[in-house]
């Protein structure tokens, strides 16, 4: 089985940004991969010793600086790292939507099994990317998932926990998983930093993928028309009764 984790490189949402002049400054504060992310790596490199024969890939598209940081993600267990750089100069805009039709296209052609995609990114929580992703491929996909369990046949044994209600599913491969794994305690070591550079990093270059933002989303500003609201005021339950009943 070919496992993808898809991976954001964020600012690390625990440490508070500086303000200046009115707008937050993000130049002296540290860029990670995104806690959601990092678990959900865990959970797919704990499952190869339930299936032995997994293959776990991360995929991460992002700026060249941010390419260093997947290093961690080898360490962690990671067996190879698809890194999408998008340049400088590229003039299109990497919305949730480019984000997925960028997945889409690796995916297709890496030919993967299941998609590990967390279910809101640390630092604007859309959780657009796997909806969006799971209706390019056309593929079965499932919420909440916080367990892989198991592999027969071509079914995956997973759990997902719903308000406070745990659940088993078996759903058929391919799929794509929006996950919410519990938060990672895998430690990396110095050795395994070590050893994660006989590993490789891909790397690919968004700008020729020849995508063009074409989303039909927009955003637009109504003002809303003052209007004068008529307030009745009820002073017993009997009047009360009364508005509503007759």
Known sequence: MKIAVTVKIIYDPE???????????????????????EASIAAAVNF??????????????????DKGFLRYALAMGANEVIFIKIASSDNILVDGLITAKVLRRTIVAEQFDLILVGRASSDNGSGFVGPALSTLLGWRQLYYVCGLLGEDAGQLKIRCKILNRTLIFLIKLPCVLVCEFEKSDKFVSLLDFMRSKNKNIRIKTLNKLNLIANSSVSVVNYAVPKRVRLVKSIDNVNNLMKTLFS
């Open 15 to 37: 440490v508070e940004p500086k303000v200046n002049k009115g707008t937050l400054d993000y130049k002296k504060t540290k860029r990670i991969i995104d806690p959601i992310d």
């Open 48 to 65: 190869k010793k339930i299936v032995p024969s997994v293959e776990v890939l991360v995929i991460c598209a992002s700026r060249e600086s």
